[in-house]
């Protein structure tokens, strides 16, 4: 778990900055480059800036929630390989249903188990490396 | 005149009676019968025309004027109606097989007996007078015709009880009526030979009435002409004639006449008899309507004139003016004439004697006798014998006694009061009937314990107003009675009831028993509620015609019964002989063969109730068939759908309407309630939701955060406070957020304590807002401060007004403008109202949003529009505290522009008692 992929980019978005606080650490830690967002349209900017492989994307959020964002980027066939995981209080089916829908990869409910997170991270990172 | 000689002459013409009545039933026998005839039928009905119209009459002309005619009037006048009830009645009577007034009133509402017993009671009572002015009647013309000189002192000296000729007279009566009148025991086929005979006297006094007439007119006067300007001559007469009504002859006694004649006519006991049970095609109705009248005519026709005659015959002696009609003749030496005249007065008596004792006896042996033997067991114990003999012995029985009460009353009347109106006293008497029997068959609702009020209130007030007073011994305490009361309570005067004056006392008695009797009836029926058999019986009577032809096929009897024992029973009445006849009749009719060890059907038990009702009342027939019926009586659901199909279906449709409206109703309320619930489930569901997400959001944080120093050992001594730091605010978060919860519910449910003081809203305001400015530096808002110098105190609760402006202050920090915040508070006094408005510039609020904003969780429902941070319950909360402060709060925004919140508190409405808090 240590700095191996210092290219690989990952956006954090939630409206919850100690939320945002925790996963920062984590990723920093695990390695991974980086930005972060507190709502839908700061997200999207921020994708645009910094070109993210991977999202980690709160649903429920101010002026643009994460479905939202999820489908707007899908439309951009620039970032149709941009891997999105969802990471969300609201855990039922329809909502799962929802996420997988708007174009998200991965479906996680908060409050989330942070081995978990940097290891479905990781292992993402890891296939798409190779 | 020798007395043998008007012996003889009596006894032939009663023995010449008996020949018509033979002769008639022979004819019957041979199948032609004579009393099938519409003119024999309006004969027998002029049973009404007794000695009183044959003598009275005159008399009654001679000293009263025109007045003797209100009583032929009355039935003349009403005689067009009798289609619509004389008719039905006689329908109503033949299928039920009735045979007196009283069956036909215990009948109607529903067999009681106690209904027959008390008309049968009221008609003995009624009647009984009536009668002994026929006694009375034959005695004087018998005396009168053989002793003529001696008349008058004999009436003014009065009469020992054996030379009294009414003692002999009401005897031989009662013999000749038992010959004549109870032969058979049942009235199956009718009494044919009294009929003719009747309709034979009725032609008798007619004749008799008109060669007398003739004779005044033509032989004595030289017709009308001459003898009425002969009498006009006559000082009293004249004024009789020609001056304005004296006091009997005012329009209103004129009506009470007419109207207890229409009833008498129709509800006498004999005119019932004749009228009804020996009827024997109601269409002889439509005839008589118009024949009957005629006779009347006829016979009223030369009364004037021979009460006129009379007058300047006998110009001293007007008081024996009832005999003018025997007096004229025999003063005149025509002596055959005299005997004719007689015959004819024997004929009016004897007619209606006889037809009145013995429709008074059956109903006597019918519906009171027969009852109380029935009720004490007597004839049940003697199973085995016939009693049907026995029967006819208690019949002829009260034939003699009503002659002997009737002699009895004649000679124990004071002779100087009141004869005259006699013949009226009895018939104000049976004029009671008339609201049973035409409620009885027109109106459904009339039920027996109204009938049995109105009859018996009706009875005491007659028996009060003309009876009581009438058998008063002359003297000091009659009069005493009579002008100051019962008592001396004057509103018991028997000639002014209540201080009704000025009435003369036959219009004062009708007046008020009629009007205590309907009263009664009708008042009582609509309070009380009748039996199945009565609303099945009601039902019958007043819709006979409609009923008519299904009523002989429909069950009323449910229950099974053997042949033996109806046989039994049958023959215990009717006789054994008789009983086969009406069984083998039945089973030819029928085409069947009758077993007896079989069970018999409800139609077998039906006839056998009638075969019986004709021989011994309805009432008491119901009653021992029902002892051989192995089945209770009929149930309410089975009667009604025997006979009420009609009546049945309206009222279930009715009662489905009702039922369907009121499941409208429900489903209505239903509706409303499951809508109501719905709300309340997603409100429900929203707020477990939001509840959720908001814990689940601190929760998350507190977890990840404090996993990263629980794994990093190694963690910057900065970053772990920081983290811990954060953790700490999470863990104050949700307790804030429990709080909020159990407050929000706590308001809800009226459980919250408040504390209420004078306040301060200035204080609250600016101090709540100088704790944000910390805040506020540190975000780069500008907070702009708007406050008056002083503003009044209100009463409220401190620490929840705090928080009211603490939750707009801390949303309007968090709405606005990221960059170049911007929040103003103005507090200011309008309009008696402290208004408070916090406004911001930041995101604002979708248009959909806002009239919702202040419910529960209801802003968090639509989540695409973006959520505001916090629990949700903030601005519910908020809203909550002002209403329960009187006060109003209200937002205005637009997107992207900002919201405005204002909150309006009231100065004067003081809160003063917390249970007063409740907010829908």
């Not at chain 2, 199956?188 to 004749?207: D, M, N, R, T, Y």
Request: glycine share 6%; hydrophobic share 45%; net charge neutral.
């Amino acid at each position: 778990m240590s700095a191996t992929i210092p290219q690989y980019r990952i956006l954090i978005v939630d409206d919850e900055p100690n939320i945002v606080l925790a996963i920062e650490f984590l990723m920093k830690q695990a390695g991974y480059e980086v930005a972060k967002a507190y709502n839908g349209l700061e997200a999207l900017e921020k994708v645009n800036e910094f070109k993210p492989h991977l999202i980690i994307l709160d649903v429920m959020m101010p002026h643009m929630d994460g479905f939202e964002v999820a489908r707007t980027l899908r439309q951009d066939d620039s970032y149709f390989n941009t891997k999105i995981i969802f990471l969300t209080a609201q855990g039922t089916d329809r909502d799962m249903a929802k996420g997988y829908g708007s174009g998200g990869d991965i479906y996680l409910t908060k409050p989330f188990d942070n081995k978990e997170l940097t290891t479905i991270v990781q292992e993402i990172t890891e296939y798409e490396l190779n | 005149m020798r007395a043998w000689v008007v012996l003889i002459v009596s006894f032939s013409y009663l023995a010449s009676l008996f020949g018509v009545a033979y002769w008639a039933d022979k004819m019957r026998a041979k199948g032609k019968s004579l009393i099938r005839n519409p003119i024999v039928y309006a004969l027998s009905l002029a049973v009404y025309c007794t000695a009183w119209t044959f003598y009275g009459s005159v008399g009654r002309a001679a000293t009263h004027g025109i007045e003797f005619l209100a009583i032929y009037i009355g039935p003349t006048l009403s005689a067009p109606l009798w289609i619509l009830i004389l008719r039905k009645i006689i329908v109503i009577s033949r299928s039920q097989r009735i045979n007196s007034i009283a069956d036909f009133i215990s009948s109607r509402y529903g067999k009681s007996s106690t209904l027959g017993g008390l008309v049968t009671i009221i008609a003995i009572v009624a009647i009984i007078p009536y009668i002994s002015l026929q006694l009375k009647a034959v005695s004087t013309s018998f005396e009168l015709l053989t002793q003529q000189n001696s008349f008058v002192t004999k009436v003014l000296n009065g009469e020992s009880f054996f030379a009294d000729k009414a003692f002999y007279v009401a005897v031989i009566l009662g013999l000749f009526t038992i010959f004549f009148g109870t032969r058979h025991l049942e009235a199956p086929e009718h009494h044919e030979g009294l009929v003719a005979a009747v309709a034979f006297e009725s032609i008798v006094k007619l004749l008799a009435f008109l060669a007398v007439g003739i004779f005044v007119c033509f032989f004595l006067f030289d017709g009308f002409g001459d003898l009425f300007s002969q009498a006009m001559e006559v000082p009293d007469l004249h004024e009789m004639y020609n001056s304005s009504p004296s006091s009997s002859l005012r329009p209103w006694n004129w009506f009470w006449l007419n109207l207890i004649s229409m009833f008498a006519i129709l509800f006498l006991p004999r005119q019932f008899h004749v009228a009804v049970v020996e009827n024997t095609n109601p269409n002889h109705v439509k005839k008589a309507i118009w024949l009957f009248p005629l006779y009347l005519l006829l016979i009223n026709i030369f009364v004037i004139p021979i009460a006129l005659g009379g007058r300047m015959f006998f110009p001293a002696t007007p008081g024996i003016a009832d005999t003018y009609v025997l007096q004229l003749p025999l003063e005149n030496g025509q002596n055959l004439l005299a005997l004719l005249v007689y015959i004819g007065g024997l004929s009016a008596s004897t007619s209606m004697v006889i037809v009145a004792t013995i429709a008074l006896s059956i109903m006597a042996s019918n519906n009171l006798i027969v009852p109380i033997l029935l009720r004490t067991s007597i004839i049940k114990e003697s199973f085995e014998r016939d009693i049907s003999s026995r029967l006819m012995g208690i019949r002829r029985l009260v034939i003699i006694s009503i002659l002997m009460i009737a002699y009895a009353y004649f000679s124990s009347l004071g002779q100087n009061r009141s004869l005259v109106s006699i013949g009226l006293i009895s018939f104000v008497g049976v004029a009671q009937f008339a609201p049973s029997v035409l409620g009885g068959i027109f109106w459904r609702g009339g039920n027996r314990k109204g009938a049995i009020a109105g009859l018996l209130l009706g009875f005491i007030v007659w028996g009060f107003t003309l009876p009581f007073v009438s058998l008063l011994p002359d003297g000091a305490t009659a009069d005493s009675i009579l002008e100051n009361g019962v008592f001396g309570w004057g509103i018991f005067r028997p000639y002014a009831l209540m201080g009704l004056e000025g009435m003369d006392q036959i219009s004062h008695a009708t007046f008020w028993s009629l009007f205590v009797n309907l009263g009664a009836y009708v008042f009582v029926s609509l309070l009380t509620s009748p039996s199945a058999l009565e609303h099945s019986q009601a039902n019958l009577f007043v819709n006979i015609y409609q009923l008519e032809r299904t009523y002989q096929e429909k069950p009323i009897w449910k229950g099974k019964a053997y042949l033996f024992d109806i046989e039994n029973l049958l023959a215990r009445f009717l006789g054994p002989r008789r009983t086969e006849t009406i069984l083998n009749q039945y089973a030819a009719e029928k085409g069947i063969k009758l077993t007896k060890t079989k069970e018999v059907d409800f139609e077998l038990i039906n006839h056998a109730e009638k075969q019986l009702a004709g021989a011994i009342g309805a009432a008491s027939a119901r009653l021992l068939i029902s002892s051989v019926v192995k089945e209770e009586p009929p149930k309410l659901r089975e009667v009604m759908e025997a006979l009420d199909e009609t009546h049945q279906l309206m009222r279930y449709s009715k009662e489905l309407e009702q039922k369907s409206d009121e499941l409208r109703r429900a489903s209505e309320k239903l509706q409303l309630a499951n809508a109501r619930l719905k709300e309340m489930d997603k409100l429900k569901n929203d707020f477990l939701t939001t509840v959720t997400h908001e814990l689940r959001t601190p929760i998350t944080s507190i977890r990840a955060l404090t996993t990263i120093v629980h794994d990093n050992k190694d963690l910057d001594e900065a970053k772990r406070h920081e983290f811990l730091g954060i953790v700490i605010k999470e863990c104050e978060r949700i307790s804030r957020l429990i709080n909020q919860v159990l407050d929000l519910e706590k308001m809800e449910s009226g459980h919250a304590e408040w504390n209420l003081t004078e306040v301060d809203m200035l204080e609250i305001v600016s101090s709540t807002a100088s704790s944000i400015k910390g805040i506020c530096k540190e975000r780069n808002i500008k907070l702009i401060e708007n406050y008056p110098d002083s503003i009044p105190l209100i009463i409220g609760d401190r620490d929840r007004l705090v928080q009211v402006v603490m939750n707009l202050l801390s949303n309007a920090v968090k709405f606005c403008d990221h960059e170049k915040g911007e929040i103003k508070v103005t507090l200011e006094l309008k309009e008696e109202k402290i208004q408070l408005m916090v406004q911001d510039n930041g995101i604002g609020l979708k248009k959909e949003v806002l009239p919702y904003i202040f419910d529960k969780f209801s802003q968090f429902t639509d989540l695409k529009s973006g959520r505001p941070h916090g629990s949700g319950l903030g601005l519910s909360i908020t809203w909550r505290i002002v209403h329960l402060h009187k006060g109003s709060i209200s937002v205005e925004s637009k997107e992207n522009h900002g919201a405005s919140f204002l909150v309006e508190l009231p100065l004067e409405k003081k809160i003063k008692s917390p249970s007063r808090f409740s907010v829908p």
